[in-house]
């Protein structure tokens, strides 16, 4: 049992607000939530809007139908009704009663709690609990940790506004069906934190970031991270800066990352190359946004993977992961530091603005600082000047950071196996295929992708953020007799063609992707793992939902 | 292939009697009349015939991308701020290419000393005028001449209030290792100007001009006073003032910052380097 309950209002009305508090309401309630926004890019106007699905089981997706509509302005009612469930109920911030929904004048009914107009939110959710047919425990209990510090007469007066909102609705207890608390569990994360704490507890110490929507989310989770884990979080003078500041810190033996959205990541192009020439453990966190050019900046899409996937000039290895989920966005953060100091190369991690935006309450995330290993050289032999780029057979030198016995050299331009320049044909081949040879041990430790719930003729193949709808998609189509499992890839590039190619083998494969052409089956065709698939793209800035992919799938 | 550690044992690529010859020797005598731990000091450079000079010096070397050598080295700086991290570039690289960021690690402020030779020109890629070309240096590019005006970083580092601000030049060694040592024991960002004769590609600012010019600044100077040292910034013409222009008050960024004030960065791992 799920019910979806839909805040709508102009930018600037508080739609966020109200829908964090009524998210985390239901969380305490033990209740699994999923939460999404859908916002304008501006500050004030337009219509944004909040979904705040509610479960009595794990909810992988929201909702393409709202149960419970409430709308702040009667113009976000009227843009947002189409999308009311059959037995969907309205409620409208208003005094005119009389229309086809339930009237509630929030501000008129926190200002009677003696409060002020800002305090609607508080009357506001009061009226929905009681048509969920809840009572006022739990958003009593959350508003008064809320406004605790503002001190006792704001928490009262909030209580208050709550409970009459509740009252104002009397009669209409419980007319929408709403699901039984399930002990889910009670803290709720964005994607945007469960990367920044995956970053922190990894080991971070510096990020360096310009802003972009919706990237920004991480940094300022980061950033509020900063005094906690002892973090240096400073704004870059543009993306040109960061990896590069990025190199040299990692070049000094402190763990950095950037984040950023596509338009700053092609700026990132030649400190990316920078730091597979460097052989430097650098991250490089994107968040995808519609694209070309600025294209829908607070919208969601996949569509930079095949140009992360290439970014930078010349050939060098580079890793891309891929996160589905927010456990798994806390999980890949830490790997992206792992691997990027194991193999000294440039990690990509890619999210979107789905993933870093959505709420849901999970076990909560390891907070304990548990830093990766660096994989810093042991001492050098006594005797034996240290080179930093020793050719070895598995590609990897061992790393030396400065300060210590040894100089470490490293240059851009074309340099032998000690760092200084050399323009040695011979000496140009080795180092290149040294730095190569790290791919095989890559490769090695490619993560599997997963199959949900079991092998079938039918392969929904997905990656990234598209987990969570395909999932639940195919938990609808199987409901319908389809024999149709989902393939989730977490980790993108590189590709072992070979070895993927058993998956696909004699089954249909629909590429369920957030862009027009089918990125990733596209990588995957041509490192030889897949040969035919179907496409089914999703490229208007909104993120997946099961019901979007079932309806597809059949059609 | 070459080991690492005897960096000075390497090959220079500059033309003989290049102006960076001048300035490597100074850097050296700098350095060693200050009894700087080699181990400790990294030199960071962009891309040009100025930023070879690392390669060239016994230090730790990061020779990064063209234009790219501030970021860089303020990522070490952050990283471990017990490490002398010294930029050594051309003026394309710190001046053209890399302008965004020399605005703002002044206004960071961060505890770098960079080094710019500036020879007034494109030296690498073979003569194509630079962000401080005279206007009217005719090359095979600027057919025409240089239209636009000189970009004056020492102007603009007083502006930006920067901790030290001073000029020198390959043509007067003595003074040019003066100017290394004062740079380095500065707190916060160092700015030093090294006007650099190129005996290939500027036959205009020849050795002869820049001896002809250059003036050390009177000692009535006062490098604390703004008005005094943006208008000694401001003079180049048939005198151009040599000498330490500004000393700022600002704090340096790893003292001020609230995180880097502490312990450096990189103590945070246990990890002994070799
Ligand atoms: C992104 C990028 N653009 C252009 C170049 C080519 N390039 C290399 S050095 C240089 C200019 C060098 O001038 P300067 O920094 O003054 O150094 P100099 O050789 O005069 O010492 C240019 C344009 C490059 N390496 N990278
Ligand atoms: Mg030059």
Redesign the interface.
Known sequence: MTTNIRICGAAGQGVQSFGDLLARTFASMGLHVFATQSYLSRIRGGINSYDVRIGSEELFSSARKTDLLVALNRESMEQEKANLALNGVMILNTAESGGNYLALQMDKLAQAAGGTARMANSAGAGAVVSVLGYDLDALHKCLTEEFSKKGRDIVEQNLDAASRGYRAVAGHEGLVRAPKPAGAPSTLYDGSTAIAIGAATAGVKIVFSYPMTPSSGVLTALAGLSHKYGMVVEQAEDEIAAPNLLCGAAFAGVPAMTTTSGGGFALMAEGLSLAGMLELPIVIFLSMRPGPATGMPTRTAQGDLAFAAHAGHGEFPKIILAPGDLRQAFDLTRHAFELAHKFQTPVILVADQFLTDLQKNIPALPDAPDYINLHLAKKSAPGKAYERYLVTDNGVSPRAVPGGDSYVVSASDMHAEGGHLSEDFNVQIALQDKRMRKITGILNEFIKPEIYPEPAGEILLCWGSTYGPCRAAVNLLRARGRDVCMVHFPMVWPLDGAALAPLFEGRRVIAVEGNGTGQFALLLRQAGALREFSLLPRYDGLPFTAEFIETEVLS | ???????SA?ET?WCPGCGNFHILEALEHALDTLGTD???L?L?SG?GQAA?LP?YA????????HG?A???????????K??LVLITSGDGDMYGEGG??L??AMRRNIGVKAFVHNNQVYGLTKGQASPTSEPGFVTKVQVDGVLSAPFNPLALAVTLGVSFVARSSAVIPDHLQTMMQEAIRAKGFALLDILQPCVTFNKVNTYKWYRDRVKELPKNHDPRDRDQALAAAMTWGDEIPVGVIYRGARPAFEDA????S?AP??N??T????
């Open positions: 292939m070459s080991g690492a550690n005897e960096n390497i690529a080699r181990r400790r990294v960071v891309i070879k390669h016994k230090a730790n070397v990061f020779n990064g991308l790219r501030l970021p860089a080295a303020t990522g070490i700086k952050m990283a471990n017990k490490l965004n960021h605005v703002h910052h609230p995180i880097l502490g960065l990189v945070a791992f990890q002994t380097p070799p």
